[in-house]
């Protein structure tokens, strides 16, 4: 490894992923609060007599110590950071979905504060119980504003005029709103629509459709051939 030493202490993190790393350790990517998305290698994470055994779970508030050069960091010390209740179901899967929207959305060492912020509120939403679309819309659409693939939802981009509550919009992605031509074929969507997303009035189930139908269709588009495994899970579980 090269490059300068980095390191944090006890810097407010979650687990995303965790995978066996030779005989008894584990290669994990975290996210944390000042750092962003973090690869940390916990040696002799594995073995039973482990402290960290029990720790290193996802979705649970954790501190994470660590300190390395490169690309992998050494795990140098973590601890639970409050007490969260286990998911389950469609909250569960919704969790895991989070997760790999970070993976596929966010590079190694970007500092997300932001975006941590509204993974820890999207955790409680789907702690709290009842239907979980709501807190993966509102997740999605801060997810593409922190990468840098903010989503227009107040401007008609072609005559750069605020959106007209009355009128039909088609949505051009990594563009905005245009005005629908007359029998076209492209997402189209009203600007009273429009705007309640942007507003994030998901308790509306018909804003709620078209908000998943819209940031469904700019995810897809940015993934760009790449699928989410999660999402084919939560498909299956509600049929």
């Known amino acids: ?10 810097e407010d993190a979650f687990i995303l992923h965790a995978w066996p790393y030779q005989e008894t350790s584990q290669i994990l990517e975290a996210l944390g609060a000042q750092h962003g998305r973090v690869g940390l290698v916990a040696r002799g994470a594995r073995r039973p007599s482990s402290r960290w055994r029990s720790v290193l779970q996802p979705f649970l508030p954790l501190r994470l110590s660590w300190v390395g050069r ?60 009842g239907d979980p679309e709501p807190a993966l819309r509102r997740f999605e659409f801060q997810l593409l504003a922190e990468v840098g693939y903010g989503l227009n939802l107040d401007q008609d981009v072609l005559n750069d005029v605020p959106l007209d509550p009355a009128a039909v919009y088609e949505y051009r992605l990594e563009q905005g709103p245009v ?5 076209g074929a492209g997402l189209t969507l009203s600007g009273t629509e429009l705007l309640a997303i942007g507003r994030g009035e998901f308790s ?9 139908k819209l940031f469904r269709a700019v995810l897809a588009h940015y993934l760009d051939g790449r699928t989410l495994k999660t999402r084919e899970v939560l498909a299956s579980m509600r049929r």
């Open 1 to 10: 490894m090269s490059g300068t030493i980095a390191s944090a202490d006890l």
């Open 70 to 129: 490169g690309s992998l960091y050494t795990l140098r010390s973590a601890e639970p950071a409050s007490f969260a209740p286990a998911l389950d179901g469609l909250a569960l899967m919704g969790a895991f979905y989070l997760n790999e929207l970070i993976l596929n959305f966010v590079r190694r060492g970007d500092p997300h504060p932001g975006l941590f912020i509204a993974y820890s509120q999207a955790l409680a939403e789907l702690r709290a119980g």
């Open 204 to 212: 509306s189930p018909a804003i709620l459709r078209l908000a998943k």
């Open 179 to 183: 005005p629908a031509a007359v029998g």
